[in-house]
T-cell receptor
Framework: GAGVSQTPSNKVTEKGKYVELRCDPI?????LYWYRQSLGQGPEFLIYFQGTGAADDSGLPNDRFFAVRPEGSVSTLKIQRTERGDSAVYLCASSLTSGYQETQYFGPGTRLLVL | ELKVEQNPLFLSMQEGKNYTIYCNYSTTSDRLYWYRQDPGKSLESLFVLLSNGAVKQEGRLMASLDTKARLSTLHITAAVHDLSATYFC??????????FGTGTRLKVLA
């Protein structure tokens, strides 16, 4: 079946611009996660959705970052006034539920480069 | 703060050899995941270890978990070139927020 998909696969923007990154989870998965992976590092948690609500956004680095999941499926990560330090790969993952022992399945990521 | 450390960070090995990658973590958890990542690609789930003493094997890879020692190992048997990738362990401390190690970049030389 289809896995997690993310668009765009690559995004180049200028400092100060606004960007949106989209994630389509596996069909039927209620839990959705965003991670950020900097070069040479492991992914770092940003935000978690259970259904439509953000259950935990403690990993968002500052208020320039925001994410929504209005219908409990597709999610959009929004970054305002981008900075060069925001350059990274943004990974989305989904799991069937958020319960114990649920494996998170990752999408291919969006590579964001802020010039 | 939960920390997850992997070693080695880089590993270059000859085909046919055996080696072990170590994943140490700093807090109580009995859920640990191993992922593989190829360059420019996303994370592929390899193993899910859910209890102390869990051992799982797939092909030339075997993963184990010792929750008392807070240690997981990924053992490679008779390495082949196709295993070249970066391997990450991730710990779930019960909050669904996976904490990843920094990864082990494996290169298998023909």
């Amino acid at each position: 079946g289809a896995g997690v998909s993310q668009t765009p696969s690559n995004k180049v923007t200028e400092k100060g611009k606004y960007v949106e990154l989209r994630c389509d989870p596996i069909s039927g998965h209620t839990a959705l996660y965003w991670y950020r992976q900097s070069l040479g590092q492991g992914p770092e948690f940003l935000i978690y959705f259970q259904g439509t609500g953000a259950a935990d956004d403690s990993g968002l680095p500052n208020d320039r970052f925001f994410a929504v999941r209005p219908e409990g499926s597709v999610s959009t990560l929004k970054i305002q006034r981008t900075e060069r330090g925001d350059s990274a790969v943004y990974l989305c993952a989904s799991s069937l539920t958020s319960g114990y022992q649920e494996t998170q399945y990752f999408g291919p990521g969006t590579r964001l480069l802020v010039l | 703060e939960l920390k997850v450390e992997q070693n080695p960070l880089f590993l270059s090995m000859q085909e046919g050899k055996n080696y072990t990658i170590y994943c140490n973590y700093s807090t109580t958890s009995d859920r640990l995941y191993w992922y593989r990542q190829d360059p420019g690609k996303s994370l592929e789930s390899l193993f899910v270890l859910l209890s102390n003493g869990a051992v799982k094997q797939e092909g030339r890879l075997m993963a184990s978990l010792d929750t008392k020692a807070r240690l997981s190992t990924l053992h490679i048997t008779a390495a082949v070139h196709d295993l070249s990738a970066t391997y990450f362990c991730a710990v779930d401390p019960g909050t669904y927020k996976y904490i990843f190690g920094t990864g082990t970049r494996l290169k298998v030389l023909a």
